[in-house]
């Protein structure tokens, strides 16, 4: 730029194209997928320092980071394929995820050492749980809980500026706890991933409908209801409200760049009724516990709503680093829907027993299939840089106790999915050797462009093979 007015006008350019830039109307906003076309570096000049660096692919698009937890481990000779490498096939567990196998690397010999017993005895569920994302020893008691900060709000500390929320805590347990629950562990432990402090977990939201609202808002405090009630009226959903922004928008759009919206748009639609659907209908079986608006009362919806939270996050760039516990480490829920009346936990103590085991697996088939829908929702998402949302990516899939049956802490069941933005070497089935699990955060945090971070919990170094 020749000179400082015309430095400026791109300023200004930048401010209104932002691709954090919010469509807004009638108290609602919805934030905009990142397009190539308002990219900050065809106005500015491309960015310099380690700025540029954090959470960012070399191509310059977000990367991000997301952590799913699923209970009680999984049965190891179901889980785990038959052979090593590219060429072997998934184990019965894992099959819904072959489509997208060159996506996705299936992670043994990862280890949670600080989750074992120990002179602490019983509390293998608390401790797989709170162990996961921090990797160090819990102090045992219901009151004095003491952990450590998880990686996920580590990496939050250092590149959480960079989006509207630092981070995003999702669960798909509704209930709130508190006191102690697993042999003399404070219930914090067992029911939450994410903690800022050793002594502070991180709260995460149950209610579709409050993360929709949080993400992309429905107007302030005492105007919801209002709002509301106007959509009913005028029988429009939220993007009437949208519209001719939308439009101005559009005429500074490439032609790939309107498909994206209009493809984006789309989905807020089908999303925003979806969960207006949720709310209003499904089973109408009472379940004896008041439940909070917005949970369905399906729980394979339910997890399917949050999962699509996380990918609008990821898709609006309105955060890069996500958390999502689908059921607690020592979760007894039944799953009728798929002929499994009996409790998770307690069929998880097969003591060797084939039918037991046969539903247990099935329980661990049902959760991967959940997975590789979000999956497949962020391969076929393109991102700013034309490649998908899914190649930019860092999605780590696994539970914090490995065979519940025996309460082992060793050879975890994790996948990693996710090309990190071309840096993962994905398309197979890789045997680490006993390396801490902390490891892999480590390996993770370098590509979230933090390489300063030495050490993380127990590990020992990073992980070349990934």
């Not at 320092?49 to 070399?58: E, I, N, Q």
């Not at 106007?230 to 439009?247: C, G, P, Y």
């Not at 002929?339 to 060797?352: A, Q, W």
Request: with cysteine; aromatic share 8%; proline share 4%.
């Amino acid at each position: 730029m020749k000179n400082p007015s015309d430095r400026n006008l791109a300023a200004e350019r930048h401010a209104s194209l932002s691709r954090r830039h919010f469509l807004r109307g009638l108290g609602t906003c919805i934030a905009l997928p990142a397009f190539v076309s308002l990219r900050p570096d065809t106005l500015l000049g491309a960015e310099t320092g380690a700025a540029a660096k954090l959470a960012s692919t070399a191509a310059g698009a977000p990367l991000r980071t997301a952590f799913v937890f699923f209970p009680n481990g999984a049965i190891p000779k179901a889980w785990w394929p038959e052979e090593e490498g590219t060429t072997g096939g998934f184990g019965a567990t894992l099959k819904s995820l072959e489509p997208y196998r060159e996506h996705l690397q299936i992670l043994g010999g990862l280890d949670h050492k600080a989750a074992e017993a120990g002179p602490d005895g019983g509390g293998d569920h608390a401790r797989g749980n709170g162990v996961f994302l921090t990797g160090v020893r819990l102090k045992k008691s219901a009151t004095d809980i003491h952990a450590g900060v998880s990686i996920d709000q580590v990496m939050a500390r250092q590149a959480g500026h960079l989006t509207r929320f630092a981070s995003l805590e999702l669960t798909c347990d509704a209930g709130r706890y508190s006191g102690a629950c697993d042999s003399g562990y404070a219930c914090a432990y067992q029911h939450n991933l994410a903690w800022s402090s050793p002594t502070s977990p991180v709260a995460a939201e149950s209610n579709p409908r409050l993360v929709f609202e949080r993400l992309f808002g429905s107007g302030a405090a005492g105007q919801r209801a209002a709002n509301l009630k106007l959509r009913q009226q005028e029988q429009r959903s939220v993007l009437d409200f949208v519209r001719e922004d939308a439009r101005g928008m559009e005429r500074r759009l490439n032609a790939r760049d309107k498909d994206k919206l209009d493809q984006y748009l789309t989905g807020v639609r089908e999303l925003e009724t979806r969960i207006q659907k949720a709310e209003r209908f499904g089973d109408a079986k009472d379940p004896g516990i008041d439940t909070p608006p917005g949970i369905p009362t399906d729980y394979a919806q339910y997890l399917g709503l949050m999962y699509d939270m996380m990918a609008l996050a990821f898709q609006t760039d309105s955060t890069r680093i996500a958390t999502l516990l689908l059921a607690h480490d020592g979760s007894n829920r039944s799953f009728p829907e798929i002929g499994i009346p009996e409790g998770h936990h307690d069929l998880s103590h097969h003591f060797n027993t084939e039918e037991k085991i046969r539903k247990v697996a099935e329980i661990d088939r049902w959760y991967a299939k959940q997975f590789a829908r979000f999956v497949g929702k962020l391969r076929d998402t393109q991102d700013v840089d034309g490649r998908s949302l899914l190649h930019n990516s860092m999605i780590v899939y696994g539970g914090g106790n490995a065979d519940a049956n025996r309460h082992t802490h060793t050879n975890l069941p994790i996948v990693l999915a996710g090309g990190g933005g071309g840096t993962l070497a994905t398309g197979r089935y890789v045997k680490l050797g006993g390396k801490p699990a902390t490891n892999l955060f480590l390996s993770l945090a370098d590509r979230m462009g933090m390489k300063d971070l030495d050490k993380f919990g127990d590990s020992t170094g990073r992980l070349e093979a990934i």
